[in-house]
Nanobody
Framework: VQLQASGGGRVQPGGSLRRSCVAS????????IGWFRQAPGKEREWVSC????????YYVDSVKGRFTISRDNAKNTVYLQMNSLKPEDTAVYHC???????????????WSQGTLVTVSS
């Protein structure tokens, strides 16, 4: 059972990145998928989540209108489209799977490795 996150990298302020979270060993259909991030010197924070049941989406206020989470169950993949990136979005990002969307990281059963997103000119 594994989650693999990809799509990290370095981008200039105002730029875009698309993150992918691919599951192997289990089917994403039955799981809510969340994205978390941890900036240097800060605690990990919940960023977004998409439910398994009806595809409802949720975002932390700081990314609303800029980030879009989506899922393609046929590809066992969840995406996080990150637009209008700001330096404060710089962090290590993880995706994680839970039965239901929750901002509490303790509710998530499976985690990807962290991948760094750096927003800098």
């Amino acid at each position: 059972v594994q989650l693999q996150a990809s799509g990290g990298g370095r981008v200039q302020p105002g730029g875009s990145l698309r993150r992918s979270c691919v599951a192997s060993g289990f089917t994403l259909d039955y799981y809510a998928i969340g994205w978390f991030r941890q900036a240097p010197g800060k605690e990990r924070e919940w960023v977004s989540c998409i439910s398994s049941s009806d595809g409802s989406t949720y975002y932390v206020d700081s990314v609303k209108g800029r980030f879009t989470i989506s899922r393609d169950n046929a590809k066992n993949t969840v995406y996080l489209q990150m637009n209008s990136l700001k330096p404060e979005d710089t962090a290590v990002y993880h995706c994680a799977a839970a039965r239901f969307c929750d901002i509490d990281e303790r509710q998530y059963d499976y985690w990807s490795q962290g991948t760094l997103v750096t927003v800098s000119s």
